[in-house]
C-alpha cells in the first residue's frame, strides 16, 4: 500500500510566521502535489513536482513555495504566514504515467495538515 | 474560472437507494475522469475512474457514466450504505505544458440514512 505521511495533523501559527509543511511518500513515485481545501472551494492546487529539485506552479502558488530535494520528501513553505492561508493542506503523489505505459494518474493522499492562522 | 463543477454540495439518500452524483465540466481537453471519496480528518482515496474513449465503467457498487457530448459525468452508487457517507470529488485530467494535471472539483457531501 502506498503511504504518504504529513508531518502534523494540526498546526496552530501566527501572522507572519514562517510555516514548513513536510510530506513523505513511500512509493518511489515522481509526482507530488500540494493542495489546500476550503468550504465550497474543493481541492485547488498550490504546486506539483514531477522529479526531484524540479517544481512547478498550480492554480493558487501566491505565499507559497516549495522544497524537493530528496524524491520522497515534498515540502510546501508558507514565507509569512497569513490569515487568509488557514486551511486543510493535503499533499499527495502519483507515479509517472509514461513509465506505466497508461493513464495512471491515480493520486495518494496523506491525512492533510488542519493549518491555523491567528 | 471552475472547469470542474459539481453544482450540488450536498445529497441525502436513504440506505439501499441509488445515490446520483453529478459533474460537469468545460475543457474539452480533459481526457480521464477520477471519482475520489473523502472521509472527515482524513485524505481522499481513488473510487473509480474512467477513460475518456469509454462512456461507462463499473466496480462493484460503483458506476461512473461519461457523455463526451454533454460534458458531463455521474457516479453512481447501488445500492447505498451508510458507510458511503462522505465527500465525493470529481476529478478530470489532461495534458497540459507537458503535464498531466488533474482538476478537482469542489465536492459533494453524501448522506446515506438508515
Known amino acids: 500500500d502506498v503511504k504518504v505521511t504529513q508531518s502534523s495533523r494540526y498546526l496552530v501559527k501566527r501572522t507572519g510566521e514562517k510555516v514548513f509543511l513536510e510530506c513523505v511518500q513511500d512509493?518511489?513515485?515522481?509526482?507530488m502535489f500540494w493542495y489546500r481545501q476550503d468550504p465550497g472551494l474543493g481541492l485547488r492546487l498550490i504546486y506539483f513536482s514531477y522529479d526531484v529539485k524540479m517544481k512547478e506552479k498550480g492554480d493558487i502558488p501566491e505565499g507559497y513555495s516549495v522544497s524537493r530535494e530528496k524524491k520522497e520528501r515534498f515540502s510546501l513553505i508558507l514565507e509569512s504566514a497569513s490569515t487568509n492561508q488557514t486551511s486543510m493542506y493535503l499533499c499527495?503523489?502519483?507515479?509517472?504515467?509514461?513509465?506505466?505505459?497508461?493513464?495512471?494518474?491515480?493520486?495518494?493522499f496523506g491525512p492533510g495538515t488542519r493549518l491555523t492562522v491567528l | 474560472d471552475q472547469q470542474v463543477k459539481q453544482n450540488s454540495p450536498s445529497l441525502s439518500v436513504q440506505e439501499g437507494r441509488i445515490s446520483i452524483l453529478n459533474c460537469d465540466y468545460t475543457?474539452?481537453?480533459?481526457?480521464?475522469f477520477l471519482w475520489y471519496k473523502k472521509y472527515p480528518a482524513e485524505g481522499p482515496t481513488f473510487l473509480i475512474s474512467i477513460s475518456s474513449i469509454k462512456d461507462k465503467n463499473e466496480d462493484g457498487r460503483f458506476t461512473v457514466f461519461l457523455n463526451k457530448s454533454a460534458k458531463h459525468l455521474s457516479l453512481h452508487i447501488v445500492p447505498s450504505q451508510p458507510g458511503d457517507s462522505a465527500v465525493y470529488f470529481c476529478a478530470a485530467s489532461s495534458y497540459s505544458g507537458g503535464y498531466q494535471k488533474v482538476t478537482f472539483g469542489t465536492g459533494t457531501k453524501l448522506q446515506v440514512i438508515p
Open positions: 512509493m518511489d513515485h515522481e509526482n
Open positions: 499527495a503523489s502519483s507515479l509517472d504515467p509514461g513509465l506505466a505505459g497508461g493513464p495512471t494518474d491515480t493520486q495518494y
Open positions: 475543457n474539452s481537453m480533459f481526457d480521464y
